[in-house]
Structures are given as structure tokens and as C-alpha cells.
């Protein structure tokens, strides 16, 4: 069974970083695309960044351009997400999801909740 | 960017009776590789989302077949056959043709 979990999440002020990780189990992880997609509380889904299979390859949405970076470690099976000068903005749950290309998502985890407040 | 625009926003249905969710696309969604990039989602109450329909039409494995996808040009169509209590909850078009990946904003079906 297929597994994504994510960890990192938490209480962070303004201007601060933290690093989001997302274990996969269940799943040749090297073989798979993946994706961060957030949910602000109470809004709708947004993309945040892809990073291809070999880790060669990484898209960003412009808002996170610069501040966010996208990372995989495929000899330990996880994805992470480093986000750094957070803002407010920033607050919602991000979620890892895996894909069979970069253009597709098809398995996303539970989400770990990131809240950026002073 | 290409812009999903979903309607109707909030869906009130009777259980048993069809529903239909459009979702209409900013510019085409034809990838230079022949296919469509078109997915949907269901969002349940508390839960993480979870794709039903991938490439416009094809069902996910488990997703019952009485949810099937359709497009006409740049517009795009969920429907139900017949509504179940365990289809509540929230559906995002997406489409990942073009980047940057972009949502719908979802439509909400209520009981």
C-alpha cells in the first residue's frame, strides 16, 4: 500500500524557516514525480513546486520563487520542501502527492499544517 | 497562467439523482504529446484529496462508474449518474498541461 508522510509542519514566525520532509513507502520512489500542493484554511488547492523523478528537473509557482526549494533524496525514499523568508501567506497545509510524470498527481499524503504568525 | 473556472460553485443534490460539475479552461489544454491533462478531484470533509479522473475521461482504479468526465473544446464536465451520501464534499478540477499547474476553485456538493 502506498504511503506518503509528511512531517515538518508547525508554529513559525514571520521571516523564519522550516523544513517540510514527506516519507514514501510503498512505492518505487525513484521512479515517481513529485509534488507539493497547499490548501490555505478554508480555501482552495494550490500548486507550489514539482521536482522530477531523478531530481533533475524543478518547477515553482511565482509566489514561492526564491524562497521555497524543492528537493528529493530517492536512497531514502523522501521528498522535501526547505521554505525559507516565510510569510503569512504562507500559512496552510501542505501536502505531498506523487505522480507517474511531472505534468500529473494521482496519490497525495494527509498534509502537515505550516502556520506562519508572530 | 491558464485560469480553471469551475461552476456551479455550490451543488445542492438529492441523493439518487445526477449532478454535473463544469470546469472551463483558459486556452486549450492539448499538450504537444497528443493528450489531455485534465484531472479531478474529490476533497471529503477533513480528508486529503483524491483523484478520480485523469486525461479528461479516464476513471481512477475503485472510483465507481458512476462518475465520468467529458470535454467539449476548452470546456470540461464531471458527472454523476446518481448521487450517493459518500459523495459529499468538495471537486477541483486541474489541469497539467501547462505550467505552472493550476486548480479550479471547487465546487461544493451538499446533500
Known amino acids: 500500500e502506498v504511503q506518503l508522510l509528511e512531517s515538518g509542519g508547525g508554529l513559525v514566525q514571520p521571516g523564519g524557516s522550516l523544513r517540510l520532509s514527506c516519507a514514501a513507502s510503498?512505492?518505487?520512489?525513484?521512479?515517481?514525480?513529485m509534488t507539493w500542493v497547499r490548501q490555505a484554511p478554508g480555501k482552495g488547492l494550490q500548486w507550489v513546486s514539482s521536482?522530477?523523478?531523478?531530481?533533475?528537473?524543478?518547477y515553482y509557482a511565482d509566489s514561492v520563487k526564491g524562497r521555497l526549494t524543492i528537493s528529493r533524496d530517492n536512497s531514502k525514499d523522501t521528498l522535501y520542501l526547505q521554505m525559507n523568508t516565510l510569510r503569512a501567506e504562507d500559512t496552510a497545509v501542505y501536502y505531498c502527492?506523487?505522480?507517474?510524470?511531472?505534468?500529473?498527481?494521482?496519490?497525495w499524503g494527509q498534509g502537515t499544517l505550516v502556520t506562519v504568525s508572530s | 497562467d491558464v485560469v480553471m473556472t469551475q461552476s456551479p460553485l455550490s451543488l445542492p443534490v438529492t441523493l439518487g439523482q445526477p449532478a454535473s460539475i463544469s470546469c472551463r479552461s483558459s486556452?486549450?489544454?492539448?499538450?504537444?504529446?497528443?493528450?489531455?491533462?485534465l484531472n479531478w478531484f474529490h476533497q471529503r470533509p477533513g480528508q486529503s484529496p483524491r483523484r478520480l479522473i485523469y486525461?479528461?475521461?479516464n476513471r481512477d482504479s475503485g472510483v465507481p462508474d458512476r462518475f465520468s468526465g467529458s470535454e467539449s473544446g476548452t470546456d470540461f464536465t464531471l458527472k454523476i449518474s446518481r448521487v450517493e451520501a459518500e459523495d459529499v464534499g468538495v471537486y477541483y478540477c486541474?489541469?497539467?498541461?501547462?505550467?505552472?499547474?493550476?486548480f479550479g476553485q471547487g465546487t461544493r456538493l451538499e446533500i
Open positions: 502527492a506523487k505522480g507517474g510524470q511531472l505534468r500529473e498527481i494521482d496519490y
Open positions: 510503498g512505492l518505487t520512489f525513484s521512479t515517481y514525480a
Open positions: 521536482i522530477s523523478d531523478s531530481g533533475a528537473n524543478t
Open positions: 486556452q486549450s489544454l492539448v499538450h504537444s504529446d497528443g493528450n489531455t491533462y
Open positions: 486525461k479528461v475521461s
Open positions: 486541474m489541469q497539467g498541461t501547462h505550467w505552472p499547474l493550476t
